[in-house]
Nanobody, 131 residues
Framework: QVQLVESGGGLVQAGGSLNLSCSAS????????AAWFRQAPGKDREVVAG????????YYRDSVKGRFTISRDAAKNTVYLQMESLKPEDTAVYYC????????????????????????WGQGTQVTVSS
């Protein structure tokens, strides 16, 4: 099973930027669909962005389209989430996750529908956007 460690979170003012990294060990992350999820206090966990195994397909929730970019670097065994024009409503704990078997969209949907952490998950990194 792949182990995932997130980094890059922190405190930023509205309109600022952060670049989250998800470093993998134990397996080749390029063999996995990968995604970033987030959970704000008192709210359900939601998917933010996802990327297919080969990187050819991506998914973004509507509220982050045009502001966030997910990418992957096979050589570094890492997935990134570049976040621009951050808003206070982006404040949450951000989790990196990876799935070896399901395709990207079915995995994201199953995770949302079941509420379970399907696949491998990191411990999360806090992102706080001040107004």
């Amino acid at each position: 099973q792949v182990q995932l460690v997130e980094s890059g979170g922190g405190l930023v003012q509205a309109g600022g930027s952060l670049n989250l990294s998800c470093s993998a060990s134990g397996r080749t992350l390029a063999d996995y669909s990968a995604a970033w999820f987030r959970q704000a206090p008192g709210k359900d966990r939601e998917v933010v962005a996802g990327i297919s195994r080969g990187g050819g397909s991506t998914y973004y929730r509507d509220s982050v389209k045009g502001r966030f970019t997910i990418s992957r670097d096979a050589a570094k065994n890492t997935v990134y989430l570049q976040m621009e024009s951050l808003k206070p409503e982006d404040t949450a704990v951000y989790y990196c996750a990876a799935e070896p078997d399901r395709l990207l969209i079915p995995w994201i949907r199953a995770t949302a529908q079941t509420g379970r952490k399907l696949g491998s998950w990191g411990q999360g990194t806090q992102v706080t956007v001040s107004s």
